[in-house]
C-alpha cells in the first residue's frame, strides 16, 4: 500500500518533465504492489501514459486549470468542508500534530491538508491506521471524484484508487452539503476573481480581527511539488517537505 499512496501523491502534483521520467517506474510500482484492483490501476496508467507522452504545457496548463483556477477541486482538505471559517484553523493545527506524533515536521510554508502531503503521510504509517485516516475524508475523496468524472478528467481515477483505498462509506449528509455547493467554470474569469478577491485588511486599533485572520490567507497558498517515485532528490530526513512550484 506504501508505493500506491506515494505514486497518488505523486500523481496528484504539478507535473514536471522529471514526473513524466518517473511514469514507468510508477506504473511498475502500482503492478508490483497490486493494492488495487485491475480496473482501478487501469486507470491510473492511462493517466500515468498521459502524463508521460503528453506535451509537458499542456499537462500543466490542465492541472492548472483544474486544481488551480477551479475553487471546487481544490487539492486542499478543508477547503471542502470548513472554507473560510476559523474551524479550519484548529483543523490544521489538529492534522500537523497528527503528523508530528509520527515525526513528521513540517515547514512553515506547508500546509498540512494539501493532498499530496497528506498521501505521503498517509505512506509512512501502517497500513491499518492509514486506511482508517483516509476513511475520514473519504466524503471529500468521492466528491472530488465525482466533479472530475463530469469534466471527463483522468484524474478522477486518482480520487476513485483512493475511495476503493479507504474502504469507507461516505456520511450522505456531508456528501450532499460538499456537492451542493458552486462548482465553478474554471474559463469563467469574472466568476473567479468574485471568488478569489482579496478582502481589505486592515490594521492597528479598531482593525477586525477576522480581516487578519490567517485561515484566509491559508486558502490562497497553492499546491507545492516533491519527487515522484524513482526520482532524484536530497537525501531525505523524516521531514516531509513540499516545495512550493512557481507556475503562473
Not at 488495487?36 to 501514459?49: E, F, I, N
Not at 491499518?128 to 471524484?145: D, N, P
Request: aromatic residues 6%; hydrophobic residues 45%.
Amino acid at each position: 500500500m506504501r508505493d500506491t499512496l506515494k505514486t497518488l501523491s505523486a500523481l496528484l502534483t504539478y507535473p514536471t518533465v522529471e514526473l513524466q521520467a518517473a511514469a514507468p517506474e510508477m506504473r511498475a510500482a502500482l503492478e508490483a504492489e497490486g493494492t488495487l484492483p485491475r480496473a482501478a490501476r487501469d486507470g491510473l496508467v492511462r493517466l500515468l501514459d498521459e502524463i508521460a507522452a503528453g506535451d509537458i504545457y499542456d499537462m500543466q496548463e490542465r492541472y492548472v486549470l483544474l486544481f488551480d483556477r477551479t475553487r471546487s477541486l481544490s487539492l486542499h482538505l478543508f477547503e471542502h468542508v470548513h472554507g473560510e471559517s476559523r474551524d479550519r484553523g484548529q483543523a490544521m493545527v489538529d492534522l500537523a500534530q497528527l503528523y508530528e506524533k509520527h515525526g513528521l515536521a513540517l515547514s512553515t510554508s506547508e500546509l498540512p491538508d494539501f493532498i499530496p502531503l497528506f498521501l505521503e503521510f498517509l505512506s509512512a504509517i501502517p497500513a491499518a491506521e492509514a486506511r482508517s485516516t483516509l476513511a475520514e475524508a473519504v466524503h471529500i475523496v468521492v466528491a472530488l471524484r465525482q466533479r472530475l468524472e463530469k469534466r471527463s478528467a483522468p484524474y478522477a481515477g486518482v480520487f476513485a484508487a483512493l475511495e476503493i483505498l479507504s474502504a469507507g462509506q461516505p456520511d450522505a449528509e456531508v456528501l450532499e452539503a460538499i456537492l451542493a455547493g458552486p462548482d465553478d467554470d474554471p474559463n469563467d474569469l469574472a466568476a473567479l476573481d468574485a471568488a478569489w478577491k482579496d478582502e481589505e485588511v486592515r490594521f492597528g486599533p479598531g482593525a477586525d480581527a477576522a480581516a487578519c485572520d490567517t485561515d484566509g490567507l491559508a486558502s490562497r497558498i497553492r499546491a507545492g511539488r516533491r519527487p515522484a517515485p524513482g526520482m532524484s532528490a536530497e537525501p531525505r530526513r523524516p521531514i516531509v517537505t513540499h516545495t512550493p512550484s512557481t507556475r503562473a
